[in-house]
């Protein structure tokens, strides 16, 4: 099935300098590739997401690019602030699973510090 | 999280024991998953729902079963539960599949003694 691999598990940057963190997927036929925050003690949060047939995607402080040639994506986070501390998973879309709808295989995640 | 809940938040059962967790929506989304979240591991599928009594295994399934007899409600149940499945349990819906719209729940915090 597919596999998910996320890079580094933990982050930690000073307040205003960017972030980076890096998946890669092995599934060549996964299409839709998002990001998910998660706080303590709640459920993942769809952050930023693209689809194959686009290479970068903006909202504000957040970007994401896809490679889909090397089959690898990744979240960009500009400024951070201390309020973006948090796990970040990432995600792709995977057909291993018959009748799923296309059921989200997940990395392992990101920890990521905002210290002041 | 608007449109999905689960239940209970917390349970502490003990080994060999069956457990229900309870995921309901009120978006009437097709699509319903149940995942297991450990350290060091993410998000691992357990069950998949793509309507009405028509469920599936994902990656983690053995000593899990599930069942959907209405749309709103997706129930897990560990038929007798092990200190392994010791985990946070996440539902997630998604109206068209394809990964999109996934929404999840706040989890339940499952712990085994």
């Known amino acids: 099935g597919e596999n998910v691999e996320q890079h580094p598990s933990t982050l930690s940057v000073q307040e205003g300098d960017s972030a980076v963190i890096k998946c890669t997927y092995s599934?060549?036929?996964?299409?839709?590739f998002p990001w998910y925050k998660q706080e303590l003690g709640k459920g993942p949060q769809l952050i930023i997401d693209?689809?194959?047939?686009?290479g970068e995607k903006k909202d504000q402080r957040i970007a994401v690019t896809l490679n889909k040639t090397a089959k690898h994506f990744s979240l960009h986070i500009t400024e951070t602030q201390p309020e973006d501390s948090a796990v970040y998973f990432c995600?792709?879309?995977?057909?291993?699973?018959?009748?799923?709808?296309?059921?989200?295989?997940f990395g392992k995640g990101t920890s990521l510090l905002v210290t002041p | 999280d608007a449109g999905i809940t689960q239940s209970p938040r917390h349970k502490v059962t003990e080994t060999g024991t069956p457990v229900t967790l309870r995921c309901h929506q009120t978006?009437?989304?097709?699509?319903m998953y149940w995942y297991r979240q450990d350290p060091g591991h993410g998000l691992r599928l357990i069950h998949y729902?793509?309507?009405?009594?028509?469920?599936d295994k994902g990656e983690v399934s053995d000593g899990y079963s599930v069942s959907r007899s209405k749309t709103e409600d997706f129930l897990l149940t560990l038929e007798s539960a092990t200190s392994s499945q010791t985990s946070v349990y996440f539902c997630?819906?998604?109206?068209?599949?394809?990964?999109?719209?996934?929404?999840f729940g706040s989890g339940t915090r499952l712990t085994v003694v």
């Open positions: 599934d060549s036929a996964s299409n839709y």
């Open positions: 995600a792709a879309s995977s057909p291993s699973w018959r009748n799923s709808g296309y059921a989200l295989n």
């Open positions: 729902s793509y309507g009405v009594k028509d469920t």
């Open positions: 978006e009437n989304h097709r699509y």
């Open positions: 693209i689809r194959s047939n686009v």
């Open positions: 997630a819906i998604s109206e068209n599949g394809q990964g999109l719209g996934y929404t």
